[in-house]
């Protein structure tokens, strides 16, 4: 009795708090990753590190810091055992291994990035109790494929890692962080981000996947454009629609539609690194990102037809994934 009344007061301190572990009392086909990335102020160096847990339909798991170098185009993967995994539900704080991260940061050791960073200004996702985190409703669905969270759209980030034989100072530099949980991505989706805008306070991201429902599937989709002044949101419950999804080889165009605004967005696709990825819990999925894709934004207001912001996004992070027929719309 103890225990269970222990795991449902877990659950409910980590329920309207997205970006903390959320997989309390799961056993089998669970996975669940954060996802740190991050930009030297020159630009020349780009990272993404994901820790995470991830277990399979039988029982078998392990803990993983997957590790992007974003600028070579490598990566690598780190596993340890489940026991090396710990989290705290009264903040986001998971230790892997010798590894600890947080909101405000994170610290490695014995892997081939280390050193330590302190995020400031981070930029959250609202997250009021009846729409909690970037999910909105469907965070109350319980038999959701994959859910995902915004823990910082865009902070600046201090310290330094000492990687390939030099230290890497990244004072100055910008931060994105989100996450992930559930069983497995999506059987198709385009996801991205960019936050290197020539408006400096400018952070953009933007998701299209197909995800299952009940017997059938629908074409959902999530975008945040923050202006330094507000968070505008596009998303499948606030009225929004998707009005074009076109990808192809070189390029991926999306526009949404809001009650008040139009967006419209055009990737330039560059080459990506292989990452693996969940399918039913364990991580033996690949998919592609890049951290060197050109994001083209463009707001326009609905009513007066006047473009309200134009601009362009560097070291974006891209990735398109799966049978992407089913999220085409033309």
Known sequence: MFTFTVMIGRKLRTFFNPERFQGWGVKKGYFEGWYFKMVTSDARHAFAVIPGIAIDETGNGHAFIQVLDGKKKTSSYHTFKTASFRASSHAFEVWVGDCYFHEKGMTLNNIELEGELVFQGNVPWPKPWYSPGIMGPFAFVPFMECYHGIVSMDHTITGAFHYDKQNIALDGGKGYLEKDWGRSFPSAYVWMQSNHFDNPKMSFKLSVARIPWVRNAFTGFIAGLYTGNELIAFTTYNQSSLVQCNITNDFVQVELMHPKYLLKVMV??????????PINGFMHGRIEESMTATLWVQ???RKTKM????????????EVAGNIAEIQTN
């Open 268 to 277: 330039k696709r560059d080459e990506a690194t292989a990452l693996a990825a």
């Open 299 to 301: 707001l326009i207001d």
């Open 307 to 318: 473009v309200i912001m134009d601009d362009i996004g560097h070291n974006g992070g891209l």
